[in-house]
Nanobody, 123 residues
Framework: QVQLVESGGGLVQAGGSLRLSCAAS????????MAWFRQAPGKERLFAAA????????YYVDSVKGRFTMSRDNAKNTVYLQMNSLKPEDTAVYYC????????????????WGQGTQVTVSS
């Protein structure tokens, strides 16, 4: 079992930055791939970024590439999403997720989810 608790969301102006955190519990955390998904109002939940269990590899959807950086600190059982140069279209609820797979990018491949944290980017 893995439990995820997210934090760091808020309101920011376009061009600003936020860092999301996801604190995990469970002995198997260090062997789980982690990801961030996001869901805008009226839209489906979509993949944004993922990181392998050891942090060696990351993958980002094109719309956030170069602006978002995902990292993990297994000693602290925490993953992060550093979001820079935020745009209004980044406004969404951001969800942390964990998977025993390598670097899955579909929501159904993730077994554990956080509660979500709201990110709002104003024009």
């Amino acid at each position: 079992q893995v439990q995820l608790v997210e934090s760091g969301g808020g309101l920011v102006q376009a061009g600003g930055s936020l860092r999301l955190s996801c604190a995990a519990s469970g002995r198997t955390f260090r062997r789980y791939a982690m990801a961030w998904f996001r869901q805008a109002p009226g839209k489906e939940r979509l993949f944004a970024a993922a990181i392998t269990w050891n942090g060696a590899d990351t993958y980002y959807v094109d719309s956030v590439k170069g602006r978002f950086t995902m990292s993990r600190d297994n000693a602290k059982n925490t993953v992060y999403l550093q979001m820079n140069s935020l745009k209004p279209e980044d406004t969404a609820v951001y969800y942390c997720a964990a998977s025993p797979g390598n670097l899955p990018r579909s929501s159904h491949e993730y077994d554990y989810w956080g509660q979500g944290t709201q990110v709002t980017v104003s024009s």
